[in-house]
Each structure stands twice: as C-alpha cells, then as structure tokens.
C-alpha cells in the first residue's frame, strides 16, 4: 500500500480556482483533482450544480491522479477534501482519509508547479444504498432526519446571491459545514447543501461519530428547481 496525497482545494462560485494555489505549493507528490471538473459532471442537466460524476468518469478522473487499488489517499482543501473521500467511499474505496486541517497543518516542505503523476487503474465498484433523490426524499420527510450543511442565513430563507429560490427543505435542521455539527436526534440522516458539495464535510464529521447519512446529491439547487415545498423562516 502507498499513500496518495490529492489536493483538492476549491472554491465556491470559482470555478478552477484551486489550480493556482495548488501550483504556488503543494505537498510534495500531491496530485490536484477538480471540484467542477472532475469530482462533478456539469454536462449533466437537471440534476443541480454539482452532479455526481458517473463511475467510468470519476475512475478516469481517479486514475489519472495517481489513484489504484494499491493507494491510501489523503485528501486535502475543505469541501473538496470531503467531496473526494466520500466519493471514493461511493465507487469502493474505503482506503481513505481528510487530512485535519488541511494544508495548514503540513509541517514539511511545499513543492511548486505540476507534478507528473503516474498513472492507475481504478476500478469502481459503485454502491447504490447512500444517496437519495429529490422526489424520494419529498415523498418520504416524515421519516427522515435532514440536515442542511448551508450557513444560517441560506437555511433561514434570506435573500443570497446564490439560491434562486431562498428557503430549505421542510422540517430540515440546520449544521452549517464551517461550524461543528451540533447533536442530531436518531433517525435514518440525510445531508443535503447547496449543490452536494459541503454536505460531504457533514457527512464525513458524522462519519467520525459513528453515524452513517446519505447525500442528496442535487442539494437545494435540485430542490429549487422541482418546485417541491419550501420552508422559510
């Protein structure tokens, strides 16, 4: 086994801007994955910001930054760290982790420019029982624990630049991704954010606590756009 640091740092409403300060420095070996680009499939339509990725995409995406069977992954760069663990968790790896603190808490050296990565296989092995779709989740609220990784002010329902329509799914609870998740009642849980991004740093956190939750990958700007009910306030 070897260990495959990948950097994944993004940043919302930027597309590609993780790039550069991935060329200013990096951990030494580190390959760079995309939030858009590669942990997504943008061409996807209809299915929020940030579609899931199919398995022979994510594997071609996984492959050429140096990711096997043979690979331990660190991954690095809040919100995409997460994006990249849990998919690989989704497609079969499990031989993963977020590195606490991201690259701020590295003590070596920082390498700059591209690296040349070698090449893997990876072969996805893609599960079927952790993810939820918008018209499911609709029919089944009364069972379910959600929770909404978006800060306060997008779950209250305030006017932002971002969502279209203001407001959260019914009943959803609130656990902003940039503060510690808060205790959550028992129950079936299911994280949702904007575009299915940052709800992965709530699952992941859960993760660490022993609970297991799906994504709702469309997230709220799947949501929106179905014109399923909306909760404000």
Not at 25 to 37: K, R
Not at 81 to 92: I, M, Q
Request: net charge negative; proline share 8%.
């Amino acid at each position: 086994m070897r260990y495959q640091f990948v950097d994944c740092r993004w940043e919302l409403g930027k597309p590609g801007a993780g790039r550069e300060p991935y060329r200013t420095g990096h951990i030494p070996g580190a390959s760079f994955l995309d939030v858009d680009e590669d942990l997504s499939d943008v061409s996807v339509k209809g299915q929020g910001r940030h579609p899931l990725p199919s398995a022979e995409r994510f594997a071609e995406a996984a492959g050429r930054a140096g990711i096997g069977d043979d690979a331990y992954v660190v991954a690095y760069g809040t919100g995409g760290a997460e994006r990249l663990w849990w998919l690989l968790r989704h497609f079969g790896h499990d031989r993963c982790a977020v590195l606490d603190g991201g690259i701020g808490a590295w003590l070596g050296p920082l390498t700059p420019g591209d690296e040349t990565i070698e090449l893997a296989t990876f072969v996805p092995r893609e599960r079927s029982d952790d993810t939820i779709d918008g018209p499911e989740l609709a029919r089944r609220l009364d069972d379910l624990v959600v929770v909404d990784a978006r800060v306060e002010s997008r779950w209250r329902g305030e006017a932002n630049p971002i969502d279209k329509v203001p407001g959260r799914i019914p009943d959803a609870l609130n656990a902003p991704w940039n503060e510690p998740v808060p205790e959550l009642p028992e129950g079936d849980l299911v994280a949702y954010c904007g575009s299915g991004v940052t709800a992965t740093v709530i699952l992941h956190r859960l993760w660490l606590r022993g609970r297991q939750a799906s994504l709702y990958p469309g997230s709220w700007s799947q949501w929106e756009a179905l014109d399923l009910p909306v909760e404000r306030g």
